[in-house]
Each structure stands twice: as C-alpha cells, then as structure tokens.
C-alpha cells in the first residue's frame, strides 16, 4: 500500500501561487486577520462620534410610496457640511440599493431601509435617532 501524502492548509502551508500574487499586486500581502470585502469605514476606540442622524419614515403625499429620511444634524459646521453629507448618502445608497436624493443636510432614500441604514450609520461612528414611528 503506498502511503497517502496529507495534505494541509492555513497560514502554515505553502501557497505555490504567493510569490506571483505578491508580485501581481505589487509587493501587497493581506493580513489574514482583516474582514475580506468589508466596506465599513472602523471606528477606532476613542475617536470622536461623527454628530448625529435622524431617521424617519414618510409615506403622505407620495402616492402610497414609501421613503426613509435621513436629516444630518450636525453637519452645517462639522465635515465640510452639504458635501459630506452627500458622499456619506452615496455610500448609504449603495449599501441599501436603493435610489434617492439629497437637498442640503436632508437625504430621502427609496423604500423602508431604516433598520439598514441605522445599522451602518452606527458602523461609521454616528449617533442616530428614530424620529416618528
């Protein structure tokens, strides 16, 4: 009987294909610790909250559909204002997949994401609160 080989994996084993990884990526090496294809900005500890967001929820006057709104309190002084809080509803956009608008420190995203939403935000270090029912 011939003896099987074992065969292992992990961080010990030798990967045949790293040195032209490496080389592919320019010298990069990913640390196996980190979370793969996590689009979250971290909070480190002790950073200073990014101010407040609140989230609402309306239905009147838009023929039956749905929207989630989202007002950026403190974003008239603090990070660059309007323009911040646009780049931060682009990013709330695409991790939804929805659609929406932004008119100055007020945003309104398609449909009832609030749960989403206020997950994320308090991922990105903001403080939210629910506004109606």
Not at 15 to 30: H, I, K, R, V
Not at 49 to 72: D, N
Not at 73 to 101: I, M, P, Y
């Amino acid at each position: 009987m011939a003896k099987k080989s074992v065969v292992s994996s992990g961080p010990s084993a030798e990967n045949p294909f790293a040195s032209a990884l490496s080389q592919a990526l320019g010298g990069y090496t990913p640390d196996p610790n980190s979370a793969i294809g996590s689009d979250e900005e971290p909070n480190a500890e002790g950073e200073a909250l990014r101010g407040w967001v609140h989230i609402g929820y309306e239905k009147k006057g838009r023929a039956g559909k749905t929207v989630t709104t989202l007002e950026f309190v403190d974003f008239d002084a603090a990070d660059g204002g309007r323009e911040a809080a646009a780049q931060w509803v682009k990013k709330l956009k695409t991790h939804c997949g929805v659609g929406g608008s932004v008119e100055g420190t007020w945003a309104l995203l398609q449909g009832d994401v609030r749960t989403a939403v206020e997950a994320q935000l308090k991922k990105w270090g903001f403080r939210t609160k629910r506004i109606g029912g």
